[in-house]
């Protein structure tokens, strides 16, 4: 049997300029990254908006497990499914955390013969909206230690500071740290931590932002943390939501790139539904919405979290109205949520594929 690599280095790829074409976006809206892979100015998504929208379909699942759930595989194979019973589909996507692929989760783009490709640059560094948004990150981290350092004109409590510092990758010892070591060069000696990209405020941000000014907007409420008078200090106040906005220009449009049978594909934006809500960017869903009649998307983690965050949160923000909900569950995810152990999951085992169920009873009324 092949492998899911095997699978996606054998596929013959439509180049982008034709997937593009298949939706009839304008040539004068693509930045292309190499054959395979474009960006699509968020701008486009202004000259759609006499369109109809299609039908948006969300793919969610039970509660993970280490088996896995398969909605990425789900969403891409029903995308598919669409597109060859004669109906113009669409799946858009989160893009992947580099952390969690070089840790034992590894890729995120589907599986089998149900991927979204070129699945290498996708799992990787794609078109760079992670290093992005990792920059503007890192850059109020670096501006917030500045501002205390020099005159410290706003009064910031170092001991009430509630932004950390980001990288796209899993490492547990950067989880607490110490910053400002080294003398009085470099600033002042205080409690820090790291989170991981897709767990950064910036992302959710990104993901729900219109335009430059919206996220600008966004942005500048951003609460970093206190003075010492207990008022909170945001982003606004240090003055710095046009230099990350600068940084964030490129990140705003949508990354096209294709299935394994050419369907067309949003990837774009990846918040954590643990951290954030789950989904990728309302900019990617809302232009596939107008340029399809039907839209597959998924939302993170479980039915609790990613898809009740999606249908309280995202769509009444974005204005989505979803037709229908899909739910995931496996066989091997109903018994490890019943009960089983991961080594015995190939075995038959009746009594935790029921006791499973009690946990797909949950998610389904919940939907």
């Known amino acids: 049997m092949l492998t899911d690599l095997e699978i996606a280095q054998k596929a013959e790829l439509k180049e982008i300029d034709e997937v593009a074409s298949s939706v009839s976006i304008p040539d004068k809206h693509l930045r292309r990254y190499g054959k395979h892979v474009a960006k699509i100015s968020h701008q486009y998504l202004s000259e759609l908006q006499d369109r109809p929208d299609g039908k948006l379909v969300l793919v969610t699942a039970i509660s993970p497990t280490s088996a896995g759930e398969g909605k990425t595989t789900t969403s891409v194979g029903l995308a598919m499914a669409l597109n060859i019973i004669g109906n113009k589909s669409f799946v858009t996507l989160r893009e992947p955390s580099v952390g969690p692929i070089m840790g034992i989760k590894g890729g995120a783009a589907g599986g089998g013969y149900s991927q979204v ?8 560094h794609f078109t760079g909206d992670f290093h992005a948004i990792s920059l503007a990150h890192n850059l109020l981290s670096a501006v917030i230690d500045a501002h205390i350092k020099f005159d410290n004109e706003l009064r910031i409590d170092p001991a009430q500071l509630y932004w950390p510092r980001t990288m796209d990758m899993n490492d547990r010892a950067l989880r607490q740290i110490i910053v400002g070591l080294g003398g009085s060069a470099n600033g002042y000696p205080r409690e820090d931590s790291f989170v991981i990209t897709a767990a950064s405020e910036i992302m959710a941000i990104v993901c729900l932002s219109k335009n430059l000014v919206d996220l600008k907007e966004r942005l500048a409420k951003i609460i970093v943390g206190r003075s010492y008078d207990g008022e909170f200090i945001t982003v606004n106040d240090l003055n710095v939501q046009g230099a990350m906005a600068t940084l964030l220009k490129d990140v705003l449009d949508p990354n096209l790139v294709q299935t394994i049978e050419g369907t067309p594909a949003f990837v774009h934006g990846g918040p954590f539904a643990n951290i954030a ?10 232009m596939a919405l107008k340029l399809s009649d039907y839209v597959i998307t998924e939302a993170g983690f479980g039915a609790d979290l990613g898809a009740q965050k999606f249908l309280d949160f995202v769509c009444p923000v974005g204005g989505l109205n979803p037709s229908a909900v899909v739910l995931v569950a496996s066989i091997r995810a109903l018994k490890l949520n019943g009960g089983a152990s991961k080594k015995d999951i190939r075995e038959e085992d009746l009594s935790a594929l029921e006791q499973g169920f009690e946990n797909l009873k949950v998610h389904f009324e919940n939907i």
Request: aromatic share 0%; hydrophobic share 35%.
């Open 117 to 124: 490709l070129p699945m290498e640059e996708i799992n990787l």
């Open 277 to 286: 809500h789950g989904t990728n960017t309302l900019t990617a869903t809302k």
